[in-house]
C-alpha cells in the first residue's frame, strides 16, 4: 500500500537544526564574534550594508556569520529586517565635498587641490598569498599625520567652475523617490535609477559596465575621481527647523567622466556617471557610474547599442536578492505543472507514433 | 542591539504596509484582472517562494480567521508547511487543513476539488503576473497592450500551438479573459482548475511579491479561457481514478513505484483525498480499511 508522504514539518526541522551545526562547525574551534567580522572581513560587511542599504556593522556581521558566510544570504537577512523598521524620514543630501576623507584619487588630473591620496588599496599589491597572515604574524600600524588643512574640492566642481561639466542635476520638488516605499514604473527618474543600482549586485553591475568599455554602449569613460571617507548625515527636523548631525557613515564615491558632442540642446562638454555605495566598495561604485552613464543614453539621445543601456533590463535584473529567490524557487515542487506537461507529451508522442506506424509517408515538414 | 528584533507586528506587515496592501487589493477588486502596481516589501522568505501571497495574506488575516495553505494541492508539501508555520507564530490564527473549514486558503498551483463558497477568499502566489510577458517582455509595452485591450499576440500564439502541435500547447497557467476586458494569467494552475475560477462564490485575490502586483477575481465574476470556435477550450481529463479514494474528475499526481514503469495516480488535492477516504472511498490501491486500521 502506497502511504503518500508526510513529515514535512520535522523534515523542515531538522533540515535547520543540521544547517545551525554545519554552520558552527567544529566546536573546539573557538566560535567567530561579531567584532573579529567588522575588524577583519570589513569589506565583506560593507558589501552586506551597501546591498541590504541599511547601514548597521553588527547587524551587518550577524548577518554574514548566520549566513555561514554567503553574502547574497547575508544581504537577504539584512534586507528582511530592514523592511521591518519605521521611516522618520530623509536626510538632508550628504556632503561628499566635506568628506573625512581616507583614500581620493583622480585619474584625470596629475595633481589637485587637496591632492592624490592612495589610503588601504589592494592597487600596486602583488597578489602573492602571505602565509604570515596565516601564522597571524604582527601587523604594523598605519603612518599617521594632521588631517590636511587644504580642502580636497570635488573635481566635477572644479571642472564645473570652467563650465565644461553637467551641473549636479536637482530633485524635481526637493524630493527624491524611494523604490522600496513604491513600486517601480518605467522609465525611471535618474534618483531611483541610482537607488536601484546602488543596491544592486555587485557581480552583475560588474559584468555589465565591462561590456560598456568592451564596445557594448561605449562611453568614453575617465575616472575623474574616486573618493573614500566619512561623511555627516544630517536630518531636517521640522519642530527645529534646522538640520541636526546623526552620525557619520563611510562612503565611497566614485564619479566618471565621459566625453559628449554635444546636442541641438546642450553644448559639447562632459557628462557623468555616479556611484555611490555604502563602506569601502571600489569595484561597485565604479561599476555603478559606469551602468548610471550607459543608462542615461536616451537622455542624451545616443545610439542604443548596449543591454547596460537597457533600463528596464538593467533595473528589473540586478536585484540580487530577487533573482537568488526566483531562480532557486525552481526547486520548489512543480509536479502539478510537470504532470500537465507529461500528459500532453505523452499525447502528441502517441499521435507522432501513430503516424508513423501508417508508414506510407513521412511527417511532412512545415517548409515543405 | 539584537534583542529589540524580536519584535515583529501582529501578521508580520506593519499597519502602514497593511493599509496600503489594501488599497490595492480594494483597486484590484474595483478592476477584475487588472493588475495593480503595489510597494511590495522584502519578505522573510524569498522571492518567488510566495512573498506576494503572502503579503496578501498578511493584509486581510484576522485573529479570527482559519488558515489553510497548499502548495501542488497538499497541505504537507515542504513550502506549504513552512508558510503555515509562519503565519501560526507571527499571527498566532488558527490553522486547518480542511478547505470547507478556512476562511482564508493560500495556495500555489491549485484550486481545491471542493467547491468553494461566500465568504471564502481564496489567495493565489504569482510568479510572473503578466500573461503577455513571454510574448513581450517589456513591462511598458505589456501595460499598453493592456490599456489598449490588444491581446491579438496572444490569439496569434494559440493559433500557431494549433498550426504546429494540432492543439494549444499550453497545459497550465492558461490564460483566461476577466468580465470581457482583462485578459489575466491564472498562475501556474492546471488549465484543469480554470473553469473552477469562473463564477466562483469566493473572492479570488492574487500576488505577486517580486514583480509588484496585485490582482482579483471578485465572487461571481466571468473568467473564461481562451480559445477558438472550432478549437474550444478542454482541460485534462485522467484515464484513471486516484488509486487511493477512487475520485474521478479530478486532478491527479503521477507516483513512480518503481525503476520498471510502475506508477499509480493519487489525487493532488490531499484534503479532498483524506476526506473521501474517510467516507469509506476506496481506490485500487488502497487496501483493506481494516488492515489500515491495524
Same mark, same amino acid.
Given at each position: 500500500?502506497?502511504?503518500?508522504?508526510?513529515?514535512?514539518?520535522?523534515?523542515?526541522?531538522?533540515?535547520?537544526?543540521?544547517?545551525?551545526?554545519?554552520?558552527?562547525?567544529?566546536?573546539?574551534?573557538?566560535?567567530?564574534?561579531?567584532?573579529?567580522?567588522?575588524?577583519?572581513?570589513?569589506? +565583506?560587511?560593507?558589501?552586506?550594508?551597501?546591498?541590504?542599504?541599511?547601514?548597521?556593522?553588527?547587524?551587518?556581521?550577524?548577518?554574514?556569520?548566520? +549566513?555561514?558566510?554567503?553574502?547574497?544570504?547575508?544581504?537577504? /537577512?539584512?534586507?528582511?529586517?530592514?523592511?521591518?523598521?519605521?521611516?522618520?524620514?530623509?536626510?538632508? =543630501?550628504?556632503?561628499?565635498?566635506?568628506?573625512?576623507?581616507?583614500?581620493?584619487?583622480?585619474?584625470?588630473?596629475?595633481?589637485?587641490?587637496?591632492?592624490?591620496?592612495?589610503?588601504?588599496?589592494?592597487?600596486y599589491t602583488h597578489r602573492l598569498l602571505d602565509p604570515t597572515i596565516a601564522e597571524n604574524g604582527a601587523v604594523a600600524e598605519g603612518e599617521r599625520r594632521d588631517a590636511d588643512a587644504e580642502q580636497a574640492p570635488r573635481v566635477t566642481d572644479l571642472l564645473a567652475g570652467e563650465g565644461l561639466i553637467e551641473p549636479d542635476g536637482v530633485a524635481e520638488n526637493g524630493e527624491v523617490g524611494d523604490l522600496t516605499r513604491s513600486p517601480l514604473e518605467f522609465p525611471l527618474d535618474r534618483d531611483l535609477r541610482l537607488q536601484a543600482l546602488?543596491?544592486?549586485?555587485?557581480?552583475?553591475?560588474?559584468?555589465?559596465?565591462?561590456?560598456t568599455q568592451r564596445g557594448y554602449a561605449r562611453s568614453h569613460p575617465f575616472v575623474g575621481e574616486i573618493r573614500i571617507g566619512e561623511v555627516d548625515v544630517e536630518l531636517d527636523i521640522p519642530e527645529l527647523g534646522f538640520a541636526v548631525n546623526l552620525g557619520r557613515i563611510k562612503v565611497t564615491e566614485c564619479q566618471m567622466v565621459n566625453q559628449f558632442k554635444g546636442s541641438a540642446k546642450a553644448p559639447p562638454q562632459f557628462t557623468r556617471g555616479y556611484g555611490l555605495v555604502f563602506g569601502q566598495a571600489e569595484r561597485k561604485a565604479m561599476s555603478m557610474a559606469l551602468c548610471d552613464r550607459a543608462l542615461r543614453a536616451r537622455e542624451f539621445g545616443e545610439d542604443l547599442a548596449g543591454i547596460a543601456q537597457d533600463e528596464e533590463f538593467v533595473i528589473s535584473h540586478l536585484d540580487n536578492v530577487q533573482s537568488t529567490g526566483f531562480v532557486e524557487h525552481l526547486k520548489l515542487p512543480h509536479y502539478v505543472d510537470f504532470q500537465a506537461e507529461l500528459g500532453l507529451v505523452r499525447r502528441m508522442r502517441a499521435e507522432y507514433e501513430a503516424k508513423q506506424a501508417e508508414g506510407d509517408e513521412p511527417l511532412q515538414e512545415a517548409a515543405e | 542591539?539584537?534583542?529589540?528584533?524580536?519584535?515583529?507586528?501582529?501578521?508580520?506587515?506593519?499597519?502602514?504596509?497593511?493599509?496600503?496592501?489594501?488599497?490595492?487589493?480594494?483597486?484590484?477588486?474595483?478592476?477584475?484582472?487588472?493588475?495593480?502596481?503595489?510597494?511590495?516589501?522584502?519578505? =522573510?522568505?524569498?522571492?518567488?517562494?510566495?512573498?506576494?501571497?503572502?503579503?496578501?495574506?498578511?493584509?486581510?488575516?484576522?485573529?479570527?480567521?482559519?488558515?489553510?495553505?497548499?502548495?501542488?494541492?497538499?497541505?504537507?508539501?515542504?513550502?506549504?508547511?513552512?508558510?503555515?508555520?509562519?503565519? +501560526?507564530?507571527?499571527?498566532?490564527?488558527?490553522?486547518?487543513?480542511?478547505?470547507?473549514?478556512?476562511?482564508?486558503?493560500?495556495?500555489?498551483?491549485?484550486?481545491?476539488?471542493?467547491?468553494?463558497?461566500?465568504?471564502?477568499?481564496?489567495?493565489?502566489?504569482?510568479?510572473?503576473?503578466?500573461?503577455?510577458?513571454?510574448?513581450?517582455?517589456?513591462?511598458?509595452?505589456?501595460?499598453?497592450?493592456?490599456?489598449?485591450?490588444?491581446?491579438?499576440?496572444?490569439?496569434?500564439? /494559440?493559433?500557431?500551438?494549433? +498550426?504546429?502541435?494540432?492543439?494549444?500547447?499550453?497545459?497550465?497557467?492558461?490564460?483566461?479573459?476577466?468580465?470581457?476586458?482583462y485578459v489575466m494569467d491564472p498562475s501556474?494552475?492546471?488549465?484543469?482548475?480554470? =473553469?473552477?475560477?469562473?463564477?466562483?462564490?469566493?473572492?479570488?485575490?492574487?500576488?505577486?511579491?517580486?514583480?509588484?502586483?496585485?490582482?482579483?477575481?471578485?465572487?461571481?465574476?466571468?473568467?473564461?479561457?481562451?480559445?477558438?470556435?472550432?478549437?474550444?477550450?478542454?482541460?485534462?481529463?485522467?484515464?484513471?481514478?486516484?488509486?487511493?479514494?477512487?475520485?474521478?474528475?479530478?486532478?491527479?499526481d503521477e507516483v513512480i513505484l518503481d525503476d520498471h514503469g510502475g506508477h499509480m495516480f493519487v489525487c493532488s488535492d490531499t484534503d479532498f483525498c483524506e476526506d473521501r477516504r474517510n467516507h469509506g472511498h476506496r481506490g485500487k490501491l488502497a487496501g483493506h480499511p481494516l488492515e489500515a486500521a491495524e
Open positions: 500500500m502506497y502511504v503518500a508522504v508526510k513529515g514535512g514539518e520535522a523534515a523542515i526541522a531538522n533540515a535547520h537544526r543540521l544547517l545551525a551545526d554545519r554552520r558552527r562547525g567544529d566546536r573546539s574551534v573557538p566560535a567567530l564574534r561579531l567584532d573579529q567580522i567588522i575588524e577583519q572581513l570589513g569589506l +565583506a560587511v560593507d558589501r552586506c550594508m551597501g546591498e541590504g542599504s541599511l547601514y548597521d556593522k553588527e547587524l551587518a556581521a550577524l548577518a554574514i556569520i548566520q +549566513a555561514r558566510g554567503d553574502l547574497i544570504e547575508a544581504i537577504f /537577512l539584512v534586507r528582511a529586517y530592514r523592511t521591518t523598521l519605521p521611516r522618520f524620514g530623509y536626510s538632508t =543630501p550628504v556632503d561628499t565635498g566635506k568628506m573625512l576623507i581616507e583614500r581620493r584619487i583622480s585619474a584625470t588630473f596629475k595633481d589637485l587641490p587637496g591632492g592624490q591620496l592612495l589610503g588601504p588599496t589592494f592597487d546602488a543596491r544592486g549586485d555587485e557581480g552583475f553591475l560588474l559584468g555589465l559596465a565591462y561590456s | 542591539m539584537t534583542a529589540a528584533i524580536a519584535h515583529y507586528n501582529f501578521a508580520y506587515l506593519d499597519e502602514q504596509t497593511k493599509r496600503m496592501i489594501r488599497r490595492a487589493i480594494l483597486k484590484a477588486i474595483a478592476i477584475p484582472g487588472y493588475q495593480v502596481p503595489f510597494a511590495s516589501r522584502e519578505m =522573510p522568505m524569498p522571492y518567488g517562494w510566495g512573498t506576494g501571497g503572502v503579503q496578501v495574506t498578511a493584509s486581510i488575516i484576522g485573529p479570527d480567521d482559519q488558515l489553510k495553505v497548499i502548495d501542488q494541492g497538499a497541505d504537507d508539501t515542504t513550502n506549504a508547511v513552512s508558510i503555515r508555520a509562519f503565519f +501560526a507564530k507571527v499571527a498566532n490564527v488558527a490553522t486547518t487543513t480542511h478547505t470547507s473549514e478556512a476562511t482564508i486558503i493560500q495556495t500555489r498551483h491549485r484550486i481545491p476539488e471542493e467547491t468553494l463558497k461566500t465568504g471564502q477568499i481564496l489567495v493565489y502566489q504569482v510568479p510572473i503576473p503578466e500573461p503577455l510577458r513571454f510574448l513581450e517582455p517589456r513591462e511598458t509595452e505589456t501595460r499598453k497592450m493592456h490599456a489598449l485591450e490588444e491581446y491579438g499576440l496572444m490569439h496569434v500564439k /494559440l493559433y500557431e500551438d494549433i +498550426a504546429r502541435h494540432g492543439r494549444i500547447a499550453t497545459t497550465y497557467a492558461y490564460p483566461v479573459k476577466v468580465e470581457g476586458r501556474p494552475t492546471p488549465k484543469f482548475d480554470n =473553469p473552477k475560477m469562473h463564477r466562483s462564490q469566493a473572492l479570488q485575490l492574487f500576488g505577486a511579491g517580486r514583480e509588484k502586483r496585485i490582482y482579483a477575481v471578485p465572487p461571481f465574476t466571468d473568467v473564461v479561457s481562451l480559445d477558438f470556435e472550432d478549437h474550444p477550450f478542454e482541460i485534462q481529463h485522467f484515464d484513471e481514478p486516484c488509486a487511493l479514494c477512487g475520485a474521478e474528475g479530478v486532478y491527479l
